[in-house]
Structures are given as structure tokens and as C-alpha cells.
């Protein structure tokens, strides 16, 4: 399966890896290699991450790793998996 990013997505995810590979420091820091594995996820097994709970799509999916929510829609017809939210989740409030 092949994976595209939505513009906005692919700004925040420059900015994220960006933050996360410089600063070891940082919340959500990962190695190149660490982002490469999450974001080859979607094209290898496009059902693996589970179904956005807000909009019970089952086209619609997300992957949780750490601190980062990566959401995308999964096209089965052409193929494809595309990328539209890269965010850091906001921690909870208890």
C-alpha cells in the first residue's frame, strides 16, 4: 500500500521530527529509524491501527505511539493510505 501525506499533515509531522530527532530533551524524541518504523505502519498493515473512536469510521484510523497520535484514512480500492493528522496527544486531565 502506498502512503501520501495531506499538506498540513506533512508540515507537522517536518516540525515534529524536526523537534524530536534534535532535542533529546523533548517529549516525544525518536531516531530516524524509530520514525521510519511508525510511519511505515499504514502501507504495511492499514487495519492494525484502531478505528478514531470521534468518527467510528472504518476507513478512518489512528496509531498511538508515545505521545504521538498519527491518523489516516485507508483507501483499499487504489491502494493507498493517506496521512492527515501527525499531533502530539494532549495528556490527560485527572
Do not use: C
Not at 58 to 82: H, S
Amino acid at each position: 500500500m502506498n502512503i501520501v501525506f495531506s499538506e498540513s499533515a506533512a508540515k507537522e509531522m517536518a516540525a515534529i521530527v524536526r523537534a524530536s530527532t534534535t532535542d533529546r530533551s523533548y517529549a516525544g524524541f525518536r531516531s530516524a529509524e524509530e520514525w521510519k518504523r511508525l510511519l511505515r505502519q499504514p502501507a504495511e498493515e492499514p487495519v492494525r491501527g484502531r478505528i478514531v473512536p470521534e468518527f467510528a469510521d472504518e476507513r478512518l484510523r489512528e496509531i498511538i505511539d508515545g505521545p504521538f497520535r498519527l491518523v489516516y484514512i485507508v483507501d483499499v480500492y487504489q491502494d493507498l493510505a493517506t496521512i492527515v493528522a501527525v499531533h502530539l496527544r494532549q495528556p490527560s486531565v485527572e
